[in-house]
């Protein structure tokens, strides 16, 4: 079963999936079988490369999906499971919607990494975040519902597997549940949502309002021992 194909199944079955995001450049929080603990494992970061060693040395620790989530060309490696291709749907910057994409290809072309096409929207989660500092891309106001809605349903209409609505890493405000229900209201490929997410109480509140996935990655880093509260409490 490909990575998408278990993703598929799980939103067939009406269970949510928990990712824990990974930064390459800080190290990992977690023991031996701890993130086991989580259903998918996203790895990447807003600048720097990943380490060769570092897929590796998470092979020994989970044995979920490592699912590379490449804030830069450099960010990939052919020993992951699968790769979030992604493209910046909220920004107008020709380089986030296609040109990066274009400087990876090859090197993704010849591995057996499995490509999973993403709609990535940036949602202003109150604070400048690195995503928006690297990507010079302005995110888009929650109070725009509609025009968040319009996008994502247009990234779905373009082909794309996957629809993320991210309100960035340490975000204040994490995506509204307004926004959540809406885009769920008109999308049918499975919806992930990120950013700002630091109880189990907001995570279940982003799936009772349609998310399929939700990715906690800043406040692992700073409270790994959280994990199996949150994974523990997950609807």
Do not use: W
Request: proline fraction near 7%; charged fraction near 15%.
């Amino acid at each position: 079963m490909t990575v998408y194909q278990y993703i598929l199944r799980q939103k067939h079955l009406g269970k949510h999936l928990l990712a824990v995001l990974l930064d390459p450049e800080h190290p990992i929080p977690f023991r031996r079988g701890e993130l086991n603990r989580a259903d998918l494992i996203f790895v990447g970061g807003s600048t720097g490369a990943i380490p060769p060693q570092f897929i590796g040395t998470l092979r020994k620790l989970t044995s979920r999906p490592i699912i590379l989530f490449p804030g830069n060309e450099e960010q990939f490696s052919p020993d992951a499971d699968a790769l979030l291709f992604l493209s910046v749907l909220s920004s107008r910057n020709a380089d986030l919607l296609i040109g990066r994409q274009v400087a990876m290809a090859q090197r993704i072309h010849h591995t057996e990494v499995e490509v999973l096409p993403l709609g990535y929207i940036l949602v202003d989660g109150g604070k400048k975040t690195s995503v928006v500092r690297a990507s010079h891309s302005l995110p888009i106001p929650q109070s725009e519902i509609e025009t968040i809605v319009d996008t994502a349903l247009a990234g779905e209409m373009m082909g794309k597997q996957l629809i993320y609505l991210e309100a960035g890493s340490g975000a204040k405000n994490p995506v509204s549940i307004d926004i959540i229900r809406a885009v769920r209201g008109c999308l049918s490929v499975p919806l992930i949502v990120g950013g700002g997410i630091t109880t189990p109480a907001a995570m279940n509140a982003a799936f009772a309002a349609g998310a399929d996935i939700v990715v906690i990655g800043n406040h692992f880093e700073h409270h790994p021992e959280d994990l199996p509260l949150f994974a523990s409490s997950l609807l």
